[in-house]
């Protein structure tokens, strides 16, 4: 009788390599927090936009659709595949969004930017495309991070 080939204590092959091919896919708890986020990302768009509107003209505005779009998407990303936090930032933003009653935060965004271009050589003429772009990618992403900052108390208490 020839001996069996297979090892009865192995552990089960699994599929590793097509496993690692395959994207993530997003549950549809995450479906929702990314809903969540595009909701809270609007609440936090009214005085950002009026005041980051009227510095810019119209190629300047482009870019800054353009930056709007991008932040709102990594943004989205990071909600969508991160399940603790992404509900934290779900939480956060909205609290955050009260903020602009009062829009200090808001205003200290937008000076520390108009430094920044002013730095870089970018001062208050036509921004053009890509000054826009990166000034909203510069104000947008220190409003981000205090939407984030506001998350964090709340990523402490969300323990599911």
């Known amino acids: 009788m020839a001996p069996d080939r297979q090892n009865p204590y ?7 390599a097509a496993a690692a091919k395959r994207p993530p896919v997003a549950e549809p708890a995450s479906k929702r927090r990314l809903a969540a986020w595009c909701g809270g990302w609007l609440l936090n768009m009214p005085v950002a936009a009026v005041f980051g509107w009227g510095g810019t003209t119209d190629s300047g505005r482009l870019g800054m ?3 709007i779009v991008a932040l709102m998407l990594i943004g989205g990303v990071g ?4 399940r603790r936090f992404g509900r934290a930032v779900v939480i956060g933003t909205p609290i955050f969004a009260v903020t602009q009653f009062y829009p200090l935060i808001q205003i200290y965004c937008g000076l520390f930017t108009a430094f920044v ?3 870089i050589g970018l001062g208050a003429e036509d921004l053009g495309f890509a000054g826009g772009l990166l000034a909203t990618l510069v ?6 991070a205090c939407c984030y900052a506001v998350a964090i108390p709340v990523w402490f208490l969300v323990r599911r």
């Open 139 to 144: 104000c947008g992403g220190m409003l981000m």
């Open 79 to 82: 909600v969508l595949y991160t």
């Open 10 to 16: 192995a552990s089960p092959r699994s599929d590793e």
């Open 117 to 119: 271009m002013e730095a």
């Open 65 to 67: 659709f353009v930056g």
